[in-house]
């Protein structure tokens, strides 16, 4: 089955600096790359997602790069603020037919410090 | 439209007790899952469907089952719960409107402690 790893485990910038988190997966065959925030004793929300027969979207601060042959995918923050303090986690599946059968990474908690 | 509906939202067990987390969906939608997260983890996938009278297990399906009636419901039974059954659950939805992927829409989570 789906293998996600993700990278690094935590994270802590300083206000305004940006942050950059990393996932691999192992099946050639995914084909939809969501991320979720989390905050602490909440549902995770998505953030932004990324298909594959595309490179890169961007939607304000948050970006999302997919490198399909290294089979690898980022998130990218950036100007981060406080409240972008939360556990993000990043998501694997073939998507379509295959319904909601996600593989998340193991999360990465950033904290922003004022 | 109230989304993904998870009740009940905090549950204490005691060992060998079952129990049944309800989940219903206003969305109409086809796809309906049952995830597990563990202190400082990710979502695990239990058992899943793909519409009503079709669910199929998951990474982590052992010590629960499901059944999926209607298109809204579809609720995860605890048979026999195990302190090991300590998490928190998350219940989700989507549709597929053709194309790739599927937008998917959890569930406000229900946290079990199994003593």
């Known amino acids: 089955g789906e293998n996600v790893e993700q990278h690094p485990s935590t994270l802590s910038v300083q206000e305004g600096d940006s942050a950059v988190i990393k996932c691999t997966y192992s099946?050639?065959?995914?084909?939809?790359f969501p991320w979720y925030k989390q905050e602490l004793g909440k549902r995770p929300q998505l953030i932004i997602d990324?298909?594959?027969?595309?490179g890169e979207k961007k939607d304000q601060r948050i970006a999302v790069t997919l490198n399909k042959t290294a089979k690898h995918f980022s998130l990218h923050i950036t100007e981060t603020q406080p409240e972008d303090s939360a556990v993000y986690f990043c998501?694997?599946?073939?998507?379509?037919?295959?319904?909601?059968?996600?593989?998340f990474g193991g999360g990465t908690r950033v904290l922003v410090k004022p | 439209n109230a989304g993904v509906t998870q009740t009940p939202k905090f549950q204490v067990l005691k060992t060998g007790q079952s129990m049944t987390l309800q989940c219903a969906q206003d969305?109409?939608?086809?796809?309906m899952s049952w995830y597990r997260q563990d202190p400082g983890m990710g979502l695990r996938l239990i058992h899943y469907?793909?519409?009503?009278?079709?669910?199929d297990q998951g990474e982590v399906p052992n010590g629960y089952n499901v059944s999926r009636s209607t298109t809204e419901d579809f609720p995860l039974r605890l048979l026999s719960a195990a302190p090991s059954q300590t998490s928190v659950y998350f219940c989700?939805?989507?549709?597929?409107?053709?194309?790739?992927?599927?937008?998917?829409?959890f569930g406000e989570g229900s946290w079990l402690t199994v003593v």
């Open positions: 099946d050639s065959a995914s084909n939809y």
């Open positions: 469907s793909v519409g009503a009278g079709i669910t």
């Open positions: 989700a939805s989507s549709t597929w409107t053709g194309g790739i992927g599927n937008t998917i829409y």
């Open positions: 998501a694997a599946s073939k998507g379509g037919a295959a319904g909601n059968k996600l593989t």
């Open positions: 969305m109409n939608h086809e796809y």
């Open positions: 990324i298909r594959s027969n595309v």
